[in-house]
């Protein structure tokens, strides 16, 4: 008499299932790792016979492979394009910051050059201009009406005045120089004197001398006032035919940083100007032989 297990003790493998022969339930997790093992080794788990069996046709099913990996030929060839897109980038933020410093470049000796305009003009609203020419020199006039370099006595008001001065009149000039420390660069450099030396010039006829004095190293009397000018041009402007008192001040600065250092002169497009138009006070006159 043969008698039946329950159903929940029966449980049969794929082998189980083709033999016919009855074989005790495993586990769960033991039922799963058979079962992936069977399938690691390429057979599916259809009740086929499987290839272990002889006679039989197994049926294959994909390998399982490790997990996928690059070559080295694609890791060469991943760090060469990765290189050459950091150069990119790297000649990119170069270019940009070269632009950028250039341009704040040409901001400052803008804002310089503006500046060196306006003080030249405030000052010669305050010249002190008399029948003696010292009082006025244009240096370079080479035509009469035009030169490179302005020299003249001022009066400046009380509350611009230096501390101890005696008296009011003081030598002020303009000019361009090369820069003392940077070779091939010019600039634009203000001369002021005033008190007692001013006196004794004006008492000795000796303005001329005082003007002459003007030297960038001398910082106690000489002043920078603006960077890379390379010409200062000043025009006796006609009046009635005449050369009168209208004055016609540029200054010019390179539109290139490097043509600022080069040596060669200029041409007039590859300079930038500003200018201004300024009527000098009239002329005055003074008692006395020592009068300026």
Known sequence: ?????????????????????????APKGAARSSQSYLLCLGFSRSPRPLGCCAGHNATPVAR???VGGFTLLEVLISSAILVVILILLIGMADHTASLWHRGEQNRDA???????????????????ITTNPSTLIITDENPPTAGSGLFFLASHPHEKRETGNEGDL??????????????????????????GTVTSAIERNKLQALYQSADPKNTATTELLARRLVKLDIHRLQENGAAGGLLLISLATPRDERSGNNTTPLRDDQLLRYTTILRLPPQRGFAGTNTP
């Open 64 to 66: 399982c492979s490790p």
């Open 110 to 128: 803008s804002r310089e050059v503006r500046a060196g305009l306006e003080l030249i003009t405030e000052d010669l609203h305050s010249a002190v």
């Open 1 to 25: 008499m043969r008698v039946s297990r329950p159903a929940a003790l029966i449980g049969t493998t794929s082998r189980g299932l083709n033999s016919g022969v009855p074989t005790p339930l």
């Open 170 to 195: 003081c030598a002020t000039g303009y000019f361009i120089a090369a820069d003392p420390k940077v070779k091939g660069t010019s600039n634009l450099y203000r001369f002021h004197a005033s008190g």
